[in-house]
């Protein structure tokens, strides 16, 4: 078990607190204080009117001077909310307050699209600040999307360094191929390689290397180039290939890239952010409560 979660909200009298700290402690278990809107205690909701970012940072803190009161310190802490503003603001305010690592998400977010966004979005923010050490996304979907979306989430701001980063231009006027269901395939098919590779797709031949020369591989056109569109690595032409051949070309050029980095040993790097409201406490705490919370990698 990677930790149990008590919600100070609801669960009653201290003597139950008490009991579950003497569990975690018998097993050597950490406590997640997690707090949302939904089930603040009723002197805090008096004192503020409605949940507001301060009660909830307040009633996290409550919880956790509580529990240093009885000198239990193995915890982390979540301030969930289903607003993205209000649960962004909770987890600053508690984060300029105490160190404890803390548990990111946005709870009851809602479907995959909608859901994803407000994830990103409150995630995005606070780890980009430096805030944050775990994280779940919540979906009104399959749990496999929740765990892609966090994936992505960390991807996109460089804190995890694994997996095949499918990038694709917007694709105009001058486009050959149909680069979405190229990328769509491509990120379907390589969903078992960990080393981080990016792999882009691009609309044409005219400036295709040139886009695309952020990325480690990709393929550019294809249908009004003669029928060919062609290979590129590290921003230089490899070859040309035939349109209908480029999709299984990628896959297996980008299948001997990865063994070849495999081999010259690449993976998780992090990027030195992260972390910044708990600082020297998070190793401490392994991550998370739940097969879905995301550890957020650092350096
Ligand atoms: S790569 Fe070609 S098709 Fe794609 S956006 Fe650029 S110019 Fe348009």
């Not at 949940?51 to 009161?69: G, I, Q």
């Not at 987890?91 to 966004?117: C, K, M, N, W």
């Not at 409150?122 to 966090?150: F, H, N, Q, Y």
Request: include cysteine; hydrophobic fraction near 40%.
């Amino acid at each position: 078990m990677d930790c149990v979660r008590i919600n100070p909200g609801n669960i009653g009298a201290w003597w139950k607190v008490e009991e579950v700290v003497k569990a975690v402690r018998e097993r050597n278990v950490p406590l997640r204080i997690g707090v949302n809107g939904g089930s603040l205690e009723r002197e805090l909701l008096v004192k503020y009117g409605y949940p507001t970012a301060e009660a909830l940072a307040e009633s996290a803190l409550n919880a956790v001077h509580a529990l240093e009161d009885i000198g239990f310190t193995n915890m982390k802490v979540s301030l969930k909310a289903s607003d993205v503003s209000l649960m962004v603001d909770a987890y600053r305010l508690f984060a300029l307050q105490s160190d404890y690592p803390l548990h990111l998400g946005v709870t009851e977010a809602g479907t995959l699209l909608t859901g994803s966004i407000k994830s990103s979005i409150g995630i995005g923010l606070l780890l980009a600040d430096g805030i944050g050490d775990t994280i779940r996304v919540s979906l009104a979907a399959d749990p496999v999307e929740e765990v892609k979306v966090g994936f992505e989430i960390l991807k996109a701001l460089e804190l995890r360094h694994r997996g095949i980063n499918v990038i694709a231009c917007p694709t105009c006027g001058r486009v050959e191929i149909d680069v979405v269901k190229l990328a769509n395939e491509i990120e379907k098919r390589v969903g078992h390689i960990r080393v981080p590779l990016t792999v882009s797709v691009l609309g044409c031949v005219v400036n295709g290397i040139g886009e695309g020369k952020e990325a480690d591989i990709g393929i550019a056109g294809g249908e009004g180039s003669g029928g060919h569109g062609i290979l590129f690595k590290e921003g230089k032409l490899v070859r040309k290939v035939k349109s209908e051949e480029l999709l299984e070309t990628l896959l297996a050029e980008i299948e001997i890239m990865a063994k070849e980095r495999e081999a010259g040993g690449s993976g998780d790097k992090g990027n030195g952010r992260g972390n910044g409201g708990a600082q020297g406490n998070a190793s401490h705490v392994p991550s998370g409560s739940g097969k879905k919370e995301i550890p957020v990698l650092k350096v």
